[in-house]
C-alpha cells in the first residue's frame, strides 16, 4: 500500500507512510540518511525507502492489483534499484532523471512497485514500470498512492489508495503558506492504514536535513535525527 508526498510552501517536506503486512522492517539511521530497511529472504536487509543527506527522499508504493505491464523485460531498468541508487547516494536525481528517459523500466515478477522520488530542490519524479514517468518541477505538492497516475481502466485496475489519494490532495490544496513538519505528520495521520497496517510514517524537513518518524501510528513516540 503506502502513501508518498512531497510539499513545497516556505519550505520543501517529504513525508511517507509504510503500510505493510507480514514483513520484516526497521529504521536506521546514520550521518549519511534514515533508511526504513526490509528484511528480504534473498538478498537480507535492503534500504528502500527514507532520506539522505543530499537531500533526496525516495518511497516506493506498489501499484495494487499487480499490473503485468511492469514485469522484468529485456533491457529494462529495476525500479528498485533505480530507487536504492538515489537513496544510498550512488546516483543524483537527475541521473535517475536520464536513465528513466532513455530507457524502459520494470518491477520484480508478480509485483508492481512504482517510485516516488524527490530532491533537496523540492523536484519530483514519479516512475510507474511498464507505462512511464512523470517529473514534476517544484510543484506545490505531489501526491502518489496505489495506483497509475497513468491511468487504465476501472475494470481492469481499479484505483487501490484514491480515497486517500483525494483526502491528502484535499489537504494539500488547501495547506497553508506556513506548512510544516506537524501539518505533514496531520497529512499522514489522515490516509494511516489498518487492515494493511501504517507501520511507519516519516516527515523529511529537507532544509534542516531533518528526519522525523513514529512506528505503529503512535505520534506521541516521535523520533528525529538530523543528517550529517
Same mark, same amino acid.
Given at each position: 500500500?503506502?502513501?508518498?508526498?512531497?510539499?513545497?510552501?516556505?519550505?520543501?517536506?517529504?513525508?511517507?507512510?509504510? #503500510?505493510?503486512?507480514?514483513?520484516?522492517?526497521?529504521?536506521? *539511521?546514520? /550521518?549519511? =540518511?534514515?533508511?526504513?530497511?526490509?528484511?528480504?529472504?534473498?538478498?537480507?536487509?535492503? @534500504?528502500?525507502?527514507?532520506?539522505?543527506?543530499? =537531500?533526496?527522499?525516495?518511497?516506493? @508504493?506498489?501499484?495494487?492489483?499487480?499490473? *503485468?505491464?511492469? $514485469?522484468?523485460?529485456?533491457?529494462?531498468?529495476?525500479?528498485?534499484?533505480?530507487?536504492?541508487?538515489?537513496?544510498?547516494?550512488?546516483?543524483?536525481?537527475?541521473?535517475?532523471?536520464?536513465?528513466?528517459?532513455?530507457? /524502459?523500466?520494470?518491477?520484480?515478477?508478480?509485483?508492481? !512497485?512504482? =517510485?516516488?522520488?524527490?530532491?533537496?530542490?523540492?523536484?519530483?519524479?514519479?516512475?510507474?514500470? =511498464?507505462?512511464? !514517468?512523470?517529473?514534476?518541477?517544484?510543484? #506545490?505538492?505531489?501526491?502518489?498512492?496505489?495506483?497509475?497516475?497513468?491511468?487504465?481502466?476501472?475494470?481492469?485496475? /481499479?484505483?487501490?489508495?484514491? #480515497?486517500?489519494?483525494?483526502?491528502?490532495?484535499?489537504?494539500?490544496?488547501?495547506?497553508?503558506?506556513?506548512?510544516?513538519?506537524? $501539518?505533514?505528520? $496531520?497529512?499522514?495521520? *489522515?490516509?494511516s492504514q489498518e487492515v494493511c497496517p501504517t507501520v511507519v510514517s516519516m516527515v523529511f524537513d529537507v532544509s534542516e536535513r531533518t528526519v522525523y518518524w513514529f512506528e505503529d501510528r503512535l505520534r506521541q513516540n516521535?523520533?528525529?535525527?538530523?543528517?550529517?
Amino acid at each position: 500500500m503506502c502513501t508518498s508526498i512531497v510539499v513545497n510552501k516556505k519550505k520543501t517536506l517529504a513525508g511517507w507512510n509504510l #503500510d505493510l503486512k507480514d514483513m520484516e522492517y526497521r529504521v536506521t *539511521a546514520r /550521518p549519511e =540518511g534514515v533508511y526504513i530497511e526490509i528484511n528480504d529472504p534473498t538478498e537480507g536487509w535492503m @534500504p528502500l525507502f527514507g532520506a539522505n543527506s543530499r =537531500g533526496d527522499f525516495v518511497g516506493m @508504493p506498489t501499484c495494487w492489483p499487480y499490473d *503485468a505491464a511492469s $514485469d522484468p523485460k529485456e533491457g529494462a531498468e529495476n525500479v528498485i534499484l533505480l530507487d536504492m541508487d538515489l537513496l544510498l547516494q550512488r546516483k543524483t536525481f537527475d541521473e535517475i532523471c536520464q536513465i528513466v528517459s532513455r530507457r /524502459p523500466v520494470a518491477s520484480v515478477p508478480g509485483l508492481t !512497485f512504482m =517510485g516516488a522520488l524527490s530532491d533537496a530542490e523540492g523536484n519530483v519524479l514519479h516512475i510507474v514500470p =511498464g507505462h512511464g !514517468f512523470l517529473k514534476y518541477e517544484k510543484p #506545490d505538492h505531489c501526491v502518489l498512492t496505489n495506483f497509475s497516475p497513468f491511468g487504465g481502466t476501472e475494470a481492469a485496475h /481499479p484505483l487501490m489508495g484514491r #480515497d486517500r489519494f483525494e483526502k491528502a490532495e484535499a489537504m494539500l490544496k488547501n495547506a497553508k503558506s506556513d506548512f510544516g513538519t506537524e $501539518d505533514c505528520f $496531520d497529512v499522514l495521520e *489522515a490516509v494511516s492504514q489498518e487492515v494493511c497496517p501504517t507501520v511507519v510514517s516519516m516527515v523529511f524537513d529537507v532544509s534542516e536535513r531533518t528526519v522525523y518518524w513514529f512506528e505503529d501510528r503512535l505520534r506521541q513516540n516521535m523520533r528525529s535525527y538530523k543528517l550529517g
